[in-house]
């Protein structure tokens, strides 16, 4: 890539505006995900007796599989949040930028 491409990319108040918003959810979105499954794990450290109770007084499941399975879906989700956002917002953006600098292209 040239250099007077890359500077002038730079230069742009757009790209420092993707950058700083794709930073920022990125971010947000990965706190929420480790205190979620740090949550789990520390629960699992602390109270265990919390994760062995049993659903129902005569199964043999108990509320870490649910809680488990809520947490994979979780990632799964934050996970599409991110995607639709890319796709979108932060996609339209770049597009802004490349118009801005397609003369030097």
Do not use: Q
Request: charged fraction near 20%.
């Amino acid at each position: 890539m040239d250099n007077k491409l890359v500077e002038r990319i730079k230069a742009n108040p757009k790209y420092h505006e993707l950058v700083s918003k794709r930073s920022s959810f990125a971010i947000k979105l990965a706190i929420f995900v480790l205190v979620v499954y740090y949550g789990f794990v520390l629960t699992i450290a602390f109270n265990k007796e919390f994760f062995a109770t049993k659903l129902s007084a005569e199964g043999v499941m108990t509320v870490a599989w649910p809680i488990a399975v809520t947490i994979i879906i979780i990632a799964f989700i934050t996970t599409l949040i991110y995607v639709v956002r890319a796709n979108g917002e932060f996609e339209d953006l770049e597009m802004s930028i490349k118009n801005d600098v397609k003369d030097i292209m």
